[in-house]
């Protein structure tokens, strides 16, 4: 068998098990969330951690996989809408995770916890949460669309995206009020 055909399986693998690890990871703080109304920033900062790692093994597999597709041919790229949704997808989740480490975080680690924040400061955490579980549900449907990738356009699949972001913020800004938050003690798992 082809070398190149074994390169290709090992980083899909490799991009999958992270990937798996990812979703995981994002549903379960969801879950816990919806569960309890509480942040616990233990399990915050653990969640971070396997995020960060988790997402930079995605970047680093899933460049490799595009790579040993399309190769350096830029215009292979740009003629594959699944491709190019992928990256913007992707690139999306990693802003909003930047921002979620820089502007929501500091806050709930400072003790501040939403029910504790004004108004405006509070919903910062509940929208930029909502659009990073949509964002991981956006990625795994463009990941796992080889079946209609043929029918659908760059523009079908950020119709879709934009439909899933809406949807998300406003589920979590009705569900998440965040007078209703707590902020759970570091040591809380």
């Not at 399986?9 to 969330?33: K, N, P, S, Y």
């Not at 830029?74 to 909003?96: F, H, I, M």
């Not at 929501?104 to 930029?128: D, S």
Request: a positive charge; one cysteine or more; charged letters at 10%.
């Amino acid at each position: 068998m082809d070398s190149l055909i074994w390169a290709r399986q090992g980083a899909l693998f490799v991009h999958a098990m992270a990937f798996a690890i990812a979703l995981a990871t994002v549903w379960r703080e969801d879950l816990a969330l919806l569960r309890t109304r509480r942040v616990s920033t233990a399990r915050l900062a653990a969640c971070a951690t396997t995020l960060t790692w988790a997402l930079a093994v995605l970047w680093a597999s899933g460049l490799l996989l595009i790579g040993l597709q399309v190769g350096s041919d830029l215009q292979a790229l740009v003629a594959n809408p699944k491709l190019v949704a992928k990256l913007l997808v992707v690139s999306a989740l990693t802003a909003n995770g930047m921002a979620l480490h820089a502007l929501a975080f500091p806050k709930l680690h400072a003790g501040a916890g939403p029910g504790r924040m004004a108004p405006g400061e509070a919903l910062l955490p509940v929208v930029l949460g909502a659009i990073s579980s949509a964002s991981w549900l956006a990625a795994s449907f463009v990941g796992l669309s080889r079946l209609v990738a043929p029918t659908l356009q760059l523009s079908d699949y950020l119709a879709l995206y934009a439909a899933m972001l809406v949807g998300a913020v406003l589920l979590a800004v009705a569900v998440f009020r965040p007078q209703r938050w707590q902020l759970a003690a570091s040591v809380n798992p």
